[in-house]
């Protein structure tokens, strides 16, 4: 196997405005490109496939966890529950 083909399946972490508490992991589960929001060490959004999953326990934790969420996912925390209640947003233990 090539370096350069191990390389491309190891995931990128980026910090969130300089936060060194908030980041966005992406890389590749069996072929599929997943894009992960950590906020202080906890899994908060996956985003796999099409699909996007919220941690049932930790989503809205705080004040600090639910702005860089929002920042995210692009969209206001009103927007986040709405897709939550219609289904486009499944919750699951991300932890």
Do not use: H
Request: proline residues 1%; contains cysteine; glycine residues 6%.
């Amino acid at each position: 196997m090539r370096i350069s083909t191990i390389l491309t399946e190891l995931p990128t972490i980026e910090n969130i405005d300089g936060s060194q508490f908030q980041c966005v992991i992406t890389g590749y589960i069996k072929g599929k490109q997943y894009t992960l929001f950590r906020s202080y060490q906890s899994n908060i959004v996956l985003k796999i496939d099409g699909m996007t999953f919220i941690d049932e326990n930790k989503w809205d934790f705080s004040q600090t966890t639910s702005k860089f969420r929002n920042k995210f996912l692009r969209e206001l925390g009103s927007e986040t529950l709405a897709k939550i209640e219609k289904g486009q947003y499944k919750f699951a233990n991300l932890n």
